[in-house]
């Protein structure tokens, strides 16, 4: 189950962050079937495999962290045996499952707070929380016009559109990234996830740095909404993620390079607010 998860976190076929930290975080699960003769070879493997889960994917700061407290739980436990260190691993990975997955909820509802009736916002790439922000608000009775931006080339934010249409209460559009300027005068909020905020640079899809600069040059707010754990001071370093090129361009590329980074940093002094399970706090 472990190489099956590295795999799949490599390969991406899960976008979600908060997903591949509590996938990754039961797939350490594995370990407590197989049989280790001493509590130090076992913390070894679970070092080891922690390790590898983390590497599949250097650019989630939600996944480091996750790794690095069922890790460290593990190992400050003082465990007598085998038996007692592999529930130490289980009682640490519900307790990181329940952070991650109860953060997320926490954040988007308090973003959903944040989002006033009758607001047009813009949004980019597909982010379940924000998703679940203004789900929430929509059940609070509130209205709300959404842009949506198709994050191209993967075009997640088709996605994104589909689900806010089916809300009932956003009246929803679909742009072409470029064409995001064109329509930010009509914009009361951009509301984006996050990857990770590390220092004073926020990581997310592609696309997000131009997008915080126009709003910044219109005087449209900007709104960062995700679980704390992904707000790092230090300890990580961002490692980006450059995709397949045949994602841009299917045919051959003949006489030049085609670039396709997943990610782009954006300096928090373009973003006004992040929102997290711990509130809101200003930039």
């Known amino acids: 189950m472990i190489d099956e998860t590295v795999e799949e976190i490599t390969e991406m076929q899960t976008h979600s962050s908060s997903v591949v930290a509590v996938k990754a975080a039961r797939a350490l699960g594995d370990l407590t079937e197989r049989e280790f003769a001493t509590v130090e070879e076992y913390e070894r493997s679970l070092s080891r ?124 559009h679909l742009l072409a990234d470029s064409a995001a300027g064109y329509y930010m005068s009509e914009v009361d909020l951009v509301v984006v996830g996050m990857d990770c905020i590390v220092g004073d640079t926020l990581y997310n899809r592609v696309g997000t740095f131009p997008i915080a600069a126009t709003a910044a040059r219109c005087d449209v707010p900007v709104v960062v909404v995700g679980s704390a754990s992904k707000v790092i001071e230090d300890g990580f370093v961002f490692e980006n993620e450059f995709r397949s090129p045949s994602e841009v361009m299917r045919e051959p590329a003949e006489g030049f390079a085609v670039e396709n980074p997943a990610y782009d940093a954006t300096p928090v002094d373009l973003v006004d607010v992040v929102v997290t399970d711990e509130g809101v706090r200003s930039y």
Do not use: C, W
């Open 49 to 172: 495999n922690a390790q590898a889960l983390r590497r599949a994917n250097p650019s989630h700061a939600s996944l480091h962290n996750a790794m690095t407290a069922v890790v460290e739980s593990v190992e400050n436990a003082e465990v007598a045996d085998v038996a007692a260190a592999k529930a130490a691993t289980t009682d640490a990975i519900e307790r990181v499952v329940d952070t991650v997955e109860s953060g997320k909820h926490e954040a988007a509802t308090n973003a959903a707070a944040y989002l006033e009736d009758g607001q047009t916002i813009l949004t980019h790439d597909y982010s379940s929380t924000v998703l679940e922000a203004v789900e929430a608000a929509t059940q609070d009775g509130k209205f709300l016009e959404a842009y949506v931006t198709e994050a191209r080339p993967r075009y997640l934010g088709r996605k994104t559109a589909r689900q806010l249409a089916a809300m009932g209460r956003v009246d929803t």
